[in-house]
């Protein structure tokens, strides 16, 4: 099993993030290939060729040069590849290395700080600025009624960044991951919904339930997750990952964060007109105005 400074290593950048931002330069097969590989992964790229071929409807030795052409000597390689993302995934905070592990020695505080700092340059530089801003289009769309979850420990993210969008605009409000909590809020959820869902490993089944949900009606699901990708990013419209390996037994949602206070800050700019006014009517209200 891969240990955790592999983790750190590779964390910064998965296949998935490679593929999307390469995808562009990618022959028509290569494409489809790309297309499958993303909508179920890592496992579609765990099958046999011809299985995997079979599913993107290509040939075998298309599957071949598709795995080439991501730089890999075979398909051996490729699944190996894979497989230790998988591991890397489904990592608990017990499995990960234990608190004297390699920064002993050094000042706590500045280890950890240089890590989170880190991860937000990879979040930046792995995020394309097309996607980034296809959401904030999105998010701006006053027509539209937006809803935010996450699990466990996301959906603290997701309130937080609930609370700043009912702010800006209308139609904004927070669902609750649970089952009991969410089954009958589905029956209004349809085409003009956007679900925004926040959701790193290890991936609340709960969390993924209602995300699959929301999209089988036709609701617009935008995901926020870690480099492995949760399994929601099968039905996500828009994905937007960030790392968050740290040097301590809990991950870090410092990237998630900066995702979530960038798209609060550009969904301001681009809503000014309309969010100044109601940010101004807050005020009011809460100086008793």
Not at 59 to 73: D, E, H, I, K
Not at 95 to 100: E, L, N, R, Y
Not at 115 to 136: Q, W, Y
Not at 246 to 255: E, R
Request: proline share 5%.
């Amino acid at each position: 099993m891969c240990n955790e400074s592999t983790i750190q290593a590779s964390a910064q950048s998965t296949l998935a993030d490679r593929i999307r931002h390469e995808i562009d330069t990618f022959t028509t097969s290569e494409k489809r290939a790309a297309h499958v590989l993303l909508s179920h992964y890592p496992f579609a790229g765990l099958e046999t060729v011809a299985e995997f071929a079979t599913r993107a409807g290509i040939s075998a030795p298309s599957v071949l040069r598709f795995v080439t052409r991501l730089g890999f000597n075979g398909f051996p390689e490729f699944q190996k590849h894979l497989r230790e993302e998988l591991e890397a995934r489904l990592l608990s905070p017990l499995a990960k290395a234990g608190p004297s592990g390699n920064s002993q020695g050094a000042p706590a505080l500045a280890s950890f700080a240089d890590a989170v700092i880190g991860n937000l340059n990879a979040t930046v530089e792995n995020i394309a600025p097309a996607e980034f801003e296809a959401v904030v289009a999105l998010l701006s769309d006053q027509r539209r009624q937006i809803h935010f979850t996450g699990g466990r420990f996301t959906g603290a993210l997701a309130r937080y960044a609930e609370s700043h969008f009912r702010i800006v605009r209308s139609q904004v409000d927070y669902i609750d991951g649970q089952p009991s909590l969410w089954r009958d809020r589905m029956i209004e959820i349809g085409r003009k919904d956007v679900l925004v869902v926040f959701d790193i490993r290890r991936y609340q089944e709960d969390v993924i339930a209602l995300s699959e949900t929301a999209a089988r009606q036709g609701a617009t699901v935008v995901l926020l997750t870690d480099p492995w990708l949760s399994p929601i990013a099968r039905v996500a419209r828009h994905v937007l990952p960030a790392p968050i390996v740290a040097p301590s037994n809990w991950d870090s949602s410092i990237g998630l964060m900066l995702i979530a206070e960038a798209l609060v800050g550009a969904v301001t700019r681009r809503l000014w007109d309309t969010a100044k006014p109601r940010m101004e009517a807050v005020e009011r209200l809460r100086n008793g105005e």
